[in-house]
């Protein structure tokens, strides 16, 4: 992982902002969270979509999501479909990660997608402009 530098003003906005990283893969949400944790955000992985979706609706916050479209129990078309209607959720970018790219990725809107294997420098630093854009927005 190559070496950021982070202004203090803008590290103090990312710190305690929260990435919900929506991955089957147990080995891909550990580098993932780790990593985010690492570069100052609150990792918080889960794995599918309905455990993303429970998490989100009993309270859970993510400023951003990273979301696997290939799971198992729901996947990550069908937790996007449910996140567009619920307006709340709706509001919360995300990223998407996925092996299989084709032009079904951009109808779910995405803030950005990946292909896998991913970049995490590239996903974390997509990350940041998402969370300080969403913080110079709310100023």
Do not use: H
């Amino acid at each position: 992982m190559a070496a950021r530098y982070i202004p203090c003003a803008a590290r103090l906005k990312l710190m305690r902002q929260s990435v919900l990283v929506v991955d089957d893969d147990r080995g891909a949400r550990e580098i993932m969270t780790t990593c985010l944790c690492l570069d100052g955000f609150n990792g918080i992985a889960t794995a599918n979509g309905l455990e993303a979706l429970t998490y989100l609706r009993s309270g859970g916050s993510a400023d951003v999501i990273l979301l696997d479209l290939r799971m198992p129990v729901m996947n990550g078309f069908d937790f996007r479909e449910q996140q567009l209607l619920d307006p709340i959720l709706a509001a919360i970018p995300v990223v998407i990660m996925t092996g299989e790219v084709d032009v079904s990725v951009l109808t779910l809107r995405p803030a950005a997608w990946f292909e896998k294997p991913v970049d995490v420098d590239q996903i974390i630093g997509r990350v940041r402009d998402l969370v300080l854009q969403k913080t110079q927005a709310s100023t």
